[in-house]
């Protein structure tokens, strides 16, 4: 039992990372030019949204990978790697549409955490 705390822990932060991410990847270019008056124009930088990125990949293959076995399912699997599949196209393959895909892939992560925390909820845990 102790481990599925754990894992609906991670789900949630896994959710919220993800969420952060779509968000700052949505909301950047409308309020690029207003940073640096608020003295957050460190948001801009790339290295933030590697961070986030990192942040969500860690959580959500760690967090995926501990409640597989209890579960079984694979949809939550496969939309995390649709979410990574939507940024790394964003990012590498589709620029130009880029400020769309990104975000989807953020809030796409997020929705493979929120399964995830719902089909590890609803099964048996032995």
């Known amino acids: 039992m102790k481990h599925f705390i754990k894992s609906e822990k991670l789900d949630q932060l896994g959710m919220t990372a993800s969420l952060a991410c ?15 008056l608020f003295g957050l124009s ?5 290295w933030v949204e ?31 790697v ?7 196209t964003g990012h590498h393959l589709i620029e130009s549409i880029e ?11 997020a929705g493979a955490h929120y399964i995830n925390w719902k089909y590890s909820r609803t099964c048996s845990h032995k």
């Open 50 to 80: 590697l961070v986030m990125i990192g942040l969500s990949l860690i959580i959500g293959v760690y967090s995926l990978s501990t409640s597989y076995p209890k579960h079984k399912k694979l949809l939550p699997i496969m939309v995390l």
């Open 42 to 46: 460190f948001l801009a930088h790339s």
């Open 82 to 88: 649709t979410g990574f599949g939507l940024m790394a």
């Open 99 to 109: 400020s769309i895909l990104i975000p989807m892939g953020g809030f796409t992560i």
């Open 22 to 36: 779509a968000v700052h990847c949505a909301v950047l270019p409308f309020v690029l030019t207003a940073l640096p």
